[in-house]
């Protein structure tokens, strides 16, 4: 079956570094990504990691890949007060690109 | 500047009325999708379109149709809305489907749909 979970809150400080947790079930999915969520705005694209590799690095973003276990996170380092939102993971599912997203982590940043 | 567009950010409609939500991309990409993300949940696909051929998610409403009249623009059309359809409605466009490589998903900014 398809389901995608993430803890629902993290909470850190401004400049340290905060990991966003998430697990999945479709061991097809080929592309896995996490995507930012401002309050009333859509979805913006941050990164994604294909499934044959362990690990993607992208300025300040660090996505770990254990397919084994079918978990994937997301490590923001130097996390700044406008990195407060919630992020979805999300897998993808079926030849369509059918995104299957995860429950969302709100990730609140104290100054 | 913006790729996936949609109007209104904002509409209001009353219970029972149709409604039409619209989506326009400058990207020229095959694939245009539609989902549906209630408040605090996660955004669920409702339908797709590759180019001109439909496909429908199994447990899509029937109250819930679409048009895709070229590349660039889609319509969502809600025939009677219920109070259960107020939701934020996003509009996501790819080049091709995920077989033919890293193909992702790139979103506008939302629709937020209430219902009186």
């Known amino acids: 079956g398809e389901d995608v979970e993430q803890s629902l809150f993290l909470s850190v400080r401004e400049g340290d570094s905060s990991v966003i947790n998430c697990t999945y079930t479709?061991?097809?999915?080929?592309?896995l990504y996490w995507y930012k969520q401002e309050p009333g705005a859509g979805l913006q694209l941050l990164t994604y990691?294909?499934?044959?590799?362990d690990m993607k690095q992208d300025q300040r973003l660090t996505v770990l890949l254990n397919k084994k276990d079918k978990h994937l996170s997301l490590r923001i380092a130097d996390t700044q007060t406008g990195d407060s939102a919630i992020y979805f993971c999300?897998?993808?599912?079926?030849?369509?690109?059918?995104?299957?997203f995860g429950t969302g982590t709100l990730l609140a940043v104290q100054p | 500047d913006a790729m996936v567009i949609q109007n209104p950010r904002y509409q209001v409609t009353q219970f029972g009325k149709p409604v039409t939500l619209s989506c326009s991309q400058t990207?020229?990409?095959?694939?245009m999708y539609w989902y549906q993300q209630k408040s605090s949940q996660a955004p669920k696909l409702l339908f797709h379109y590759y180019d001109k051929d439909f496909n429908n998610e199994a447990d899509t409403p029937d109250n819930f149709q679409s048009r895709r009249p070229n590349t660039s623009f889609c319509f969502l059309d809600i025939r009677s809305p219920g109070l259960g359809d107020a939701a934020m409605y996003l509009c996501?466009?790819?080049?091709?489907?995920?077989?033919?490589?890293?193909?992702?998903?790139?979103f506008g900014d939302g629709t937020r749909l209430s219902i009186l």
């Open positions: 996501a466009t790819s080049r091709e489907y995920i077989g033919t490589g890293d193909q992702p998903q790139h």
């Open positions: 990207l020229n990409h095959n694939v």
């Open positions: 999300a897998e993808s599912s079926g030849a369509t690109n059918k995104l299957i």
């Open positions: 479709d061991s097809s999915s080929t592309y």
């Open positions: 990691i294909f499934s044959n590799m």
